[in-house]
């Protein structure tokens, strides 16, 4: 493929775009497989009574300011704002809306940071890099052929990155350079579209023509002039896998300034639960809970939520001492549901998160997860954080593991970037292009499984508000056993054929809020609920 061929790919986008508040509405009623969540309050919640249920968001941060959240925040009534001290005796101090692990007591935060992998190799590489193998015990040679194979791969994803990124420069400085020409050629004051370019005579200005005929090409592909943006994204993207991801030289640990290698270690951070990128947090907390009611922005899944921010995954791979801190601090605070829309392919401690996850099911913590954007079957690659403790077949009872769902339906119902797995993903939620809240009062649509797990979330902590008396366990049966069936062959996630759809989770389904509160109804007052799969 050529240079312009390639850029020309960056920048297109499809035609198609996806239904507004699409997540929330009904198949029957409005065409698309969303969570029939407006539905569902119009006719069987209309003036029913709920209760407030604490969603903590274990996220990069969340605007708690945004015009369609701040008045959903989880407040902590019991602490005092900024008089620095630990009023409520929790070891968190002036912890308002949540708590900051990934920051130090000087205020201080870690934006970036390595991938999982990356670490791993830069712990191995001391002890190996010198090393003669031959000098080596059975036991050090297996951890050194571990070291060997962790190296490999760092090194040759940031050589990938490098390149990547320079290839993806070069094609947005060519775009921007010839926007310039054009737009100096019509007068500054001229909008462009592909009827102004059409209609440009280039006489002979050879730079003039080349540069009409590659905005000629944006606009055929069905791209437009603000989509170069997403070029700038993807330079961004690759520049920052080289400088921080896959970069062992990098480490921005002593930001935090805590015993890293004490993974028990809990009185660390900050109280600043917003931290210096909150999109990602942000955009997951409107999915949730943004105001139902104020006639502005969008719409959230839940009406009587509170959003608890707890700040632990930065730009890279989350750690797991922080994780495991960030579940605890969640359910000794009061969350019922836990939102963790983050995961990786490797693991410093898993138990210490095992650990973490116990706890919460044991005080009857719901743990809504996402299953991940590569477009694998994660009963055949291992994910973490996952509900398999020790990596073993015993599961945490209240984990729900989430797919994402697109809105385009038939075969197309997939998300085809979802993680996937008949045993390891139970349900399927809405998960491309949500449109959600974004910092500074902004809004946006985005895509992942990072989206599936909050909407997933938000019909959880629904059905939680409105019947108070399940427990955890029982709403996710509720959710599972309610979900609606996809009962068509989709394309399989990462493009590898079609597959009936309950090949690709636990239900071969996809959440739905009206059967799930129908559902709700009949299961209070009952002491248990079995999850009921279909049968093989």
């Given amino acids: 493929m050529t240079l312009l061929a390639s850029a020309i790919t960056a920048v297109s986008l499809f035609a198609q775009q996806a239904p507004e ?44 300011e945004h015009e369609d959240l701040k008045e959903v925040m989880w407040v902590n009534e019991d602490e005092i704002p900024n008089n620095g001290k630990d009023d409520d005796n929790n070891g968190y ?74 290839q993806m420069a070069s094609m947005y400085e060519m775009f921007t350079g010839a926007l310039n020409v054009v737009q100096e050629a019509v007068g500054e004051d001229v909008e462009l579209n592909a009827e102004v370019v059409d209609g440009i005579d280039v006489g002979d200005d050879e730079v003039l023509a080349q540069s009409v005929f590659m905005l000629k090409n944006v606009f055929a592909q069905g791209a437009s002039l603000e989509d170069l943006q997403e070029l700038k994204g993807a330079v961004d993207y690759y520049e920052g896998q080289s400088k921080y991801y896959y970069n062992p030289d990098f480490d921005p640990r002593d930001i935090v300034g805590d015993n890293y290698r004490n993974s028990y270690e809990r009185a660390y951070g900050n109280n600043d639960v917003e931290g210096p990128d909150a999109m990602h947090g942000t955009h997951v907390a409107g999915i949730i809970a943004a105001s139902r009611n104020n006639n502005i922005g969008m719409k959230g899944v839940a009406d009587n939520v509170r959003i608890m921010s707890i700040r632990a995954v930065p730009d890279g791979d989350e750690r797991d001492k922080d994780v495991a801190n960030a579940i605890r601090y969640a359910v000794d605070n009061g969350a019922r549901i836990i939102n963790m829309s983050f995961g990786k392919q490797y693991s410093f401690d898993k138990k210490v998160v095992d650990k973490a996850v116990k706890y919460a099911v044991k005080k009857g913590v719901l743990l809504v997860h996402a299953a991940g954007n590569d477009g694998i079957n994660t009963d055949e690659t291992v994910f973490y954080p996952n509900d398999r403790y020790n990596n073993k077949k015993k599961q945490a009872k209240t984990w729900l593991e989430i797919g994402a769902l697109s809105w385009e339906g038939g075969e197309n119902s997939a998300a085809g970037f979802s993680n996937y797995g008949a045993d390891n993903v139970d349900i399927f939620s809405p998960g491309v292009d949500l449109y959600s809240t974004i910092p500074d009062d902004k809004y946006e649509a985005s895509s992942g499984t990072s989206m599936a797990a909050p909407a997933a979330s938000g019909v959880a902590a629904l059905i939680m508000s409105y019947y108070p008396t399940l427990t955890a366990e029982q ?62």
Avoid at 23 to 30: E, H, I, T, Y
Avoid at 120 to 132: A, G, Q, S, T, V
Avoid at 139 to 166: F, G, H, I, S, T
Wanted: net charge positive.
């Fill in 475 to 536: 709403v996710k049966a509720v959710l599972i056993n309610s979900a609606i069936d996809v009962d068509n062959e989709v394309v399989q996630p990462g493009g590898k054929g079609r597959v009936n759809f309950d090949e690709l989770c636990r239900t071969g389904g996809v959440i739905n809020a009206y059967e799930a509160v129908k559902l709700a109804e009949k299961t209070k007052g009952k002491r248990k609920v079995k999850i009921q799969l279909p049968k093989a």
């Fill in 93 to 166: 101090i002036d912890d308002i809306h949540g708590w900051n692990f990934i920051g130090g007591a000087d205020g201080k935060n870690v934006a970036h940071d390595n991938l999982e992998i990356t670490r791993l190799y830069r712990d191995l590489h001391k002890n190996y890099k010198d090393i003669d193998p031959s000098s080596l015990s059975k036991k050090a040679k297996k951890e050194y052929d571990e070291y060997r194979k962790l190296k490999k791969e760092v090194e040759k994803k940031r050589n990938e990155a490098e390149a990547q990124a320079m």
């Fill in 21 to 64: 508040n699409w997540f929330n509405l009904d198949a029957k009623q409005d065409k698309v497989q969303g969570l029939s969540v407006e539905k569902t309050y119009n006719e069987l919640l209309k003036g029913k009574t709920s209760q407030t249920v604490v969603v903590a968001v274990i996220d990069s941060g969340v605007d708690a």
